[in-house]
């Protein structure tokens, strides 16, 4: 009874998958000859699923004026501050991204046990009383023998170097800024994307309105591409399904 529902459950699915894919590949049939449409220009906060960011944070310290005094304490600059501090504010997100790892690991395990008993004299005697039989010299014999390998390595290197611009979404009860910031390049009939986010500090965007994306706390960054090289690129939905249902 359970193989026979979990068929019907692999069944449905491969259904629903299907019936994806047939969607999928009426859009694909649809704009054969059309360059990927680029995504329409939206407000971050009005997209479906979309949550304000909450973080612990510290008790509000109100701001002090001293008497007769052009400055406020915490102020960065006589004059305003050209720098993004509100929601709605656009700063430059300078992508530098260079990760390199190398792990290998290589293990070895053995064992071997062999256990040998049996009865070489009864009080003295060679056979079994009564029965007249001889002894058995061996009563149990066991052998084990385990052995383990085991390898594996990590080569990984991957190098980004860009700039995007981001958008101040959200401000914080302590000061801090929630950024946003989306990219999309078309050439020919390939698309490029890049997509930015998290929450900076104001204190570490520079002079020239520009921050490190290694100064983004929750940093969210995406590079990636859609269209033609990107699809076929990808394996077929069929391939997808089979892959996850198959146990071999």
């Known amino acids: 009874m359970r193989i026979l529902t979990l068929t019907r459950h692999a069944l449905l699915a491969a259904l629903a ?42 008790a509000a310290q ?32 300078k992508v530098n991204i260079t990760d390199k790892a190398n792990i290998a690991n290589d293990t070895k395990r053995s064992r071997a046990n062999k256990e040998d008993s049996g009865v070489d004299n009864f009080f003295g005697k060679s056979k079994l009383p009564i029965t007249n039989s001889m002894l058995p010299t061996r009563i149990f014999t066991a052998d084990s023998t385990t052995s383990s390998e085991g390898k594996g390595s990590v080569d990984r290197s991957e190098a980004l170097s860009t700039n995007v611009a981001g958008v101040v979404i959200q ?54 591409g859609r269209g033609q090289i990107s699809d076929v690129q990808q394996p077929r939905y069929g391939q997808q399904v089979m892959d996850v249902i198959l146990p071999f």
């Open 17 to 58: 998958t299907s019936l994806l894919s047939g969607c999928a590949a009426f859009d694909r049939l649809k704009n054969i000859g059309e360059q990927p449409k680029l995504s329409e220009v939206d407000n971050p906060t009005t997209r479906a699923g979309y949550k304000p960011v909450q973080m612990p944070m510290p």
């Open 171 to 224: 401000v914080l009860p302590n000061g801090n800024l929630v950024i946003e910031g989306k990219q999309e390049i078309r050439v020919n009939f390939e698309i490029r994307e890049l997509i930015v986010g998290g929450v900076v500090r104001p204190e570490d965007i520079e002079s020239d309105n520009t921050i490190d994306s290694t100064k983004i706390a929750q940093a969210r960054i995406a590079y990636g």
């Open 62 to 93: 109100p701001a002090t004026y001293n008497p007769n005094s052009l400055w406020r304490n915490g102020s960065r600059a006589f004059f305003k501050d050209q720098r993004a501090h509100q929601v709605g504010d656009i700063l430059t997100v």
